[in-house]
């Protein structure tokens, strides 16, 4: 078991969430509208307030549940499904006899295209400011 399930420490679950979903914590900052600062308190904080834990949730794209419940194991479990060699017989992350009926590769690339879209509103986000920056500078 691992130390994130363990402690249920809801902090270091958002932390590997954002890992694997290849977020540095300034983008899931700018989604939140708060400072990067703050993400590292949340990320080590033990609880979490509701509001804010629903809000990390969407820009994450999990549930709040997924949170709660994240383990590293589980994650290892369900991509290690698909190395076996007879899913009809196998005993990964979701029982006996899996039926899969979605390519994990259309899902890797969904998650990129999802990346992409965030990355590029974070970009405008950043010209806009820029640009608000120069009319000031005026």
């Known amino acids: ?14 932390s590997k ?3 694997l ?11 939140l509208g708060i400072s990067q600062q703050s993400v590292s308190v949340i990320e080590n904080s033990e609880e979490v ?9 969407t820009v994450l ?11 590293e194991e589980a994650v290892f479990n369900y991509f290690n499904t698909f190395n076996e060699s007879d899913f009809s017989h196998s005993n990964g992350a979701f029982g006996s006899s899996n ?11 969904e998650a990129y295209e ?13 010209k806009e400011k820029v640009a ?4 000031l500078k005026k």
């Open 1 to 14: 078991m691992s130390t994130t399930e363990k402690t249920g420490h809801i902090g270091r679950k958002i």
């Open 17 to 19: 969430i954002r890992e």
């Open 21 to 31: 979903r290849g977020m540095k914590q300034e983008a899931l900052a700018q989604a």
């Open 49 to 57: 307030e509701q509001a804010m834990l629903q809000r990390i949730a």
């Open 61 to 71: 794209e999990v549930s709040v549940e997924g949170i709660k419940h994240f383990t």
């Open 99 to 109: 039926t899969y009926n979605f390519n994990p590769i259309e899902k890797l690339i």
């Open 114 to 126: 999802e990346n992409k879209k965030l990355y590029e509103r974070l970009l405008e986000a950043e």
């Open 132 to 135: 608000l920056l120069e009319q």
